[in-house]
């Protein structure tokens, strides 16, 4: 790949003007969460979070592929990271409880099995203001005594239709594909921790889209997925104009920064500090920013948005096949603004594509 980076990084930077197109929307820009949800709804739930290496980027990840989740916590990690539970909840996402430390529930004694419960309803309680009303017992190990006192706590037992297998070694592909047997009505079990399942989120949220389906919160009646209670936030409303702005007419930075035919007229960032950047005017200081892009295989390619020098957000783009994700309602500087697009993450497996910006 070093070979490869030298070749494409050798061709002559042609410095453009910067270009402003501004067009007309017939329909809003691609999202995930503007899928129909004909075929119903699934449920996407995330156990043994929040922790601080991996939190924020499934948040950023869900968030841009228009997904929402169940985070089941474990209360230790809740008490140690209450910030990261309340941007779960600021993220439209559910808080369950997952018990307090991870034990194999039904080898404790009644007393321990009703402390890892409650202690963690207290947590997540006094952070959020309200008391989790599912519970998701660790390794789906329960029985009689155990589903008593989660009764006694109002909470409802979930546990999985499919079984993603993230704890088990499984691939972002194999990951992919566990999603894709989800039907209406079904739950998957994945991780907070691993780097293959946050990898997977963009090309779920392809696959869902592709069958129909969307992602909704579990029924504390059935345990089941079932349509949004329409919390977490208001959805942005469908702007009439945008700004466009190709790739290849942006101003490009780094040392491998090239043009590319495929699969899209535009540009590639080969290697970390690769940029492309140009000036915007803004007359007001919130806007939503989508990029259209592609990953160069299956492996996570990540690209920052700068505005005026300050890192506003986080673009993932998890596969070969181009998509657009949104940051939706991010808060910048007024007049002239420098807009830079930047790897900052590479680990020598993946490049970014880049074919366009759209701000509204």
């Not at 140690?80 to 941007?87: A, E, K, M, T």
């Not at 009703?114 to 660790?138: D, N, V």
Request: charged share 15%.
């Amino acid at each position: 790949m070093f070979t490869t980076k030298l070749i494409k990084g050798a061709v002559a930077l042609v410095l453009f003007g910067t270009l402003f197109s501004f067009s007309n929307l017939e329909e809003p820009v691609a999202n995930a969460a503007d899928a129909s949800c004909s075929t119903g709804y699934v449920g996407l739930t995330f156990d043994d979070g929040p922790n601080p290496s991996n939190t924020t980027n499934l948040l950023n990840a869900l968030k841009q592929a228009g997904l929402r989740a169940t985070m089941f916590n474990l209360g230790q990690n809740v008490q140690n990271n209450p910030s990261l539970v309340r941007d779960q909840v600021t993220a439209g996402m559910w808080v369950g409880n997952h018990s307090y430390t991870h034990p194999h529930m039904t080898t404790l004694s009644n007393s321990q099995m009703s402390s890892e419960i409650t202690r963690t309803q207290q947590a997540i309680q006094s952070i959020t203001g309200t008391a989790p009303k599912l519970f998701r017992p660790p390794y789906g190990e329960t029985n009689g005594v155990l589903k008593s006192l989660e009764a006694q706590n109002g909470l409802t037992e979930v546990l999985w239709n499919v079984d993603s297998q993230d704890w088990n070694g499984a691939t972002t592909a194999q990951i992919v594909a566990a999603a894709g047997r989800l039907q209406n009505g079904d739950v998957i079990l994945m991780h907070d921790q691993y780097q293959t399942t946050l990898q997977a989120i963009p090309q779920i949220a392809q696959n869902l889209k592709s069958r129909g389906m969307c992602s909704g919160m579990i029924s504390p009646s059935t345990g089941r997925a079932v349509a949004p209670d329409g919390g977490g936030g208001t959805p942005t409303p469908t702007p009439t104009t945008v700004t466009k702005i190709e790739s290849e007419n942006m101003t490009k930075a780094g040392q491998y920064t090239g043009n590319i035919s495929s699969p899209f007229n535009g540009v590639a960032l080969y290697g970390n500090n690769d940029s492309v950047k140009y000036t915007q005017y803004f007359g007001s200081g919130t806007h939503n920013f989508s990029l259209r892009g592609a990953s160069n295989n299956s492996n996570m390619a990540r690209v920052d948005l700068k505005i005026g020098g300050v890192t506003k957000g986080t673009f993932y783009f998890g596969g070969s096949n181009p998509a657009v994700y949104t940051l939706s309602n991010i808060s910048h500087g007024t007049g002239n603004q420098e807009i830079e697009l930047v790897v900052t993450a590479d680990d020598g497996t993946w490049d970014a594509y880049l074919d366009y910006l759209e701000i509204n």
